[in-house]
């Protein structure tokens, strides 16, 4: 790989900016890259695409080989597990040489319980192909399909797609009576949606919408196909509180439709019959601070999962015509070592989906006629192994009498499995296949803790290729996000086989705000505990060095968006411990972000991070935010990426970290910003391009540990 010596970053001008606040001046010297319609910004942020082109020239056969490795282990001809729906099968496959899947359907027999038939890979002959995203792509850089809803009856499908990476939505009505493989253009209904869900009648579409300036679902809709025109839909209902989201479902047994507004930390629902979607929607239970809860409804009754008694949750249930607090009847009480991260609720049965010791975990509750309740002695599905990922799988028949999830770990491939409640076994539907010679028994995974700054006992979640592990000697990969209560799902990833086959020791780190341990672990590590997010990051790193799971100066790390903003910190606090850092879409530039409410996001964001304009949470953020504490010293080696249409850290967040960077860094390791100037949050859209993006941050990776030219052992 070229040394950045032979070469010239670009250097961006400064133009200091000043904010006085708490008696404090901030200073940005590079406040004019927010402005995307400026030429010179985006002669930058190309100039800087261009140097990183240039370092990166030398690796390029180097990342067609990791492109062409990590492809062998992809089933580029591929279906998933059909899932039912009324009176059909719906699945998606993929066709070798296309970067986006098919949307099918297929008739499905009377039996409501019958296993789904598997499609051959190119579909059956008498399947409908609903949507083909490949079409909708064509002369697009970006596509992405976000709500896909069908009516009851099956014959009306209302979909979302975003063609530039913003996020932003627009809806579309197809008829599918009419020819389910036409390219015709479909008609618009609305733009910016969010959660689509139909009424009972298949003729009334309910559809929420955001603001244009601050990305806030904020009002809901109802459109009648056949009725009015698209720009007559009726505003039923518009969220006043700009902490506030609103979406639209409806209950799994299809009675009722339900209204959500709900903030990072508090909840509301309204409910509808869904035969009556003209009517007015009534209110469940009235909003109340820090309290959250969601409902469904089985036979006259709202099963609610909330956490009024403890952050945890617990389960109650109220009849649908007394449905305020005053009438809840708990039937699984909160616990403060077990969470309840949701529920499924069915006839016969429902699924406690919980988390202990930061691993989550199924349990299934009869309910019969005599057992209204669910008290009876629930069953326990059982995992195996010492790290993994169980969650439900599509389960949309209320009269069910079998559960469909997905199991998977860090060396176990994703497989459905089919629960049958009757006789506690499951039965494997399909599990993915890995091409290319996958062997698990090479590899192990292994669970560990690590002792945070204050004592707190933090999981780490490890995984490595066993004949070419030597205690003290691997490179080592740590990952880590750490925030919004969200759980690191320790799934399983052919293209890690690209690092795990070159002996690369891989470990997840499974930190403070996050959900692992439930609400208090969000709770430890939001607001004005962040600081315990970055301490149990580093603790883990140190922890996994000290026990041998990897060599000091070969130490690779890597987070995106909040966790880009964890990468930051790391990195400003402990440059030393880190050879190598992935940074991607990172939330960098916290204070000038969060100080202006007109950004999208911002004032619901204050449930996370604080409100800087209180003199309290501007000192916590301060001294922690990563751009606001770059420091003329010496740095790790970094690949700092972005996309020109990201919604949810704009784009000039990592552009400023790394000019102000470059001005700051004090040796001579790579720092290199590559920014996607047609995608958004997520980077490519198409898998093809997804996995060579993949293949350039590998390639940047085990240039950097110094692996670049070893193959695979």
Not at 235 to 262: H, I
Not at 265 to 281: G, I, K, R, V
Not at 391 to 396: K, M, Q, T, V, Y
Not at 685 to 693: A, F, H, I, Q, W
Request: proline share 6%; net charge negative.
């Amino acid at each position: 790989m070229t040394s950045q010596t032979n070469l010239h970053p670009p250097v961006a001008r400064k133009d200091p900016k000043q904010t006085q606040l708490h008696g404090h001046t901030l200073t940005d010297d590079y406040a004019w890259l927010r402005d995307k319609q400026s030429p010179e910004v985006i002669a930058y942020l190309e100039a800087e695409n261009a140097y990183t082109a240039a370092v990166m020239e030398p690796a390029a056969p180097f990342i067609d080989r990791l492109y062409a490795e990590m492809l062998s282990h992809v089933q580029q001809t591929d279906v998933s597990v059909p899932y039912r729906k009324k009176d059909f099968f719906y699945y998606s496959r993929i066709v070798e040489g296309q970067q986006y899947p098919l949307y099918c359907r297929i008739p499905a027999p009377a039996e409501l319980n019958a296993l789904p038939p598997l499609p051959p890979p190119n579909g059956f002959p008498n399947e409908e192909i609903l949507l083909d995203v490949n079409t909708l792509a064509e002369g697009q850089a970006f596509m992405s399909i976000g709500a896909f809803s069908i009516s009851d009856d099956g014959h009306w499908l209302a979909y979302t797609t975003d063609n530039t990476g913003f996020r932003q939505y627009t809806l579309y009505l197809k008829d599918l009576r009419i020819n389910t493989t036409t390219t015709a253009p479909t008609p618009v209904i609305a733009e910016r949606v969010g959660s689509v869900v139909w009424a009972a009648d298949n003729c009334t579409l309910l559809y929420t919408v955001e603001d244009e300036e601050t990305k806030r679902q904020y009002q809901l809709y109802r459109h009648v196909v056949g009725g009015a025109a698209p720009n007559a839909d009726v505003l039923v209902y518009e969220e006043p509180d700009e902490r506030f989201n609103v979406g639209v479902g409806r209950t799994r047994d299809g009675a009722y439709l339900l209204l959500e507004s709900a903030s990072h930390t508090t909840s509301e629902q309204w409910f509808l019959p869904a035969s009556a979607p003209a009517a007015n929607f009534q209110l469940i239970e009235p909003r109340h601070d820090n309290i959250e809860y969601y409902a469904d409804h089985r036979e006259g009754l709202f099963y609610i999962r909330v956490n009024d008694t403890g952050r945890n949750f617990r389960l109650v249930t109220t009849p649908v015509a007394t449905c305020g607090k005053e009438h809840w009847m708990e039937i699984l009480p909160h616990r403060a070592d077990v969470m309840l991260e949701d529920f499924d609720l069915f006839r016969d049965f429902y699924v406690a989906c919980e988390r202990v010791q930061g691993l989550p975990r199924l349990r299934v509750f009869a309910l019969t006629a005599s057992d209204m309740t669910g008290r009876r002695s629930p069953q326990e599905i059982a995992f195996p192994e010492p790290a993994y990922r169980a969650a439900p799988d599509i389960n949309l028949e209320f009269d069910a009498k079998t559960y469909r999830y997905n199991y998977q770990s860090l060396i176990t491939p994703s497989s459905v499995y089919q629960y049958d409640v009757a006789t506690a076994t499951s039965t494997l539907l399909k599990q993915m296949e890995i091409p290319g010679g996958f062997d698990r028994s090479l590899y192990a995974s292994e669970r560990i803790f690590a002792t945070s700054a204050d004592g707190a006992q933090v999981p780490i979640s490890l995984v490595y290729r066993v004949d070419r592990f030597q205690r003290g000697a691997n490179p080592l990969y740590v990952y880590g996000y750490g925030s919004y209560g969200y759980s690191l799902p320790i799934g399983f990833s052919s293209n890690r086989l690209s690092l795990l086959d070159r002996g690369i020791v891989l470990a997840y780190a499974h930190i403070r705000g996050g959900g692992e341990m439930g609400k208090p672990w969000h709770d430890a590590g939001r607001m004005m505990h962040k600081q315990n997010t970055f301490s149990d990051f580093i603790a883990a790193t140190e922890h996994l060095l000290a026990q041998g799971y990897g060599a000091v100066g070969k130490v690779a790390i890597e987070g995106g968006s909040a966790g880009g903003l964890l990468m930051g910190a790391v990195a400003n606090q402990r440059p030393d411990l880190f050879r190598v850092v992935l940074s991607h879409v990172p939330f960098v530039d916290v204070m000038n972000t969060m100080l202006d409410a007109s950004l999208p996001l911002t004032v619901a964001e204050y449930e996370e991070w604080g409100n800087p304009n209180e003199p309290a949470a501007f000192a916590c953020m301060l001294a922690y935010s990563p751009y606001d504490n770059l420091q003329a010293k010496k740095y790790p080696a970094m690949l700092v990426k972005t996309s020109l249409h990201d919604s949810q850290v704009m784009y000039w967040e990592p552009a400023k970290y790394v000019a102000k960077l470059r001005a700051l860094n004090r040796d001579a390791n790579l720092l290199l910003l590559h920014t996607n100037m047609a995608a958004g949050h997520g980077g490519a859209s198409g898998r093809y391009d997804y996995l060579k993006e993949i293949a350039f941050d590998y390639a940047f990776l085990l240039g950097q540990l110094g692996i670049e030219n070893k193959e695979k052992l």
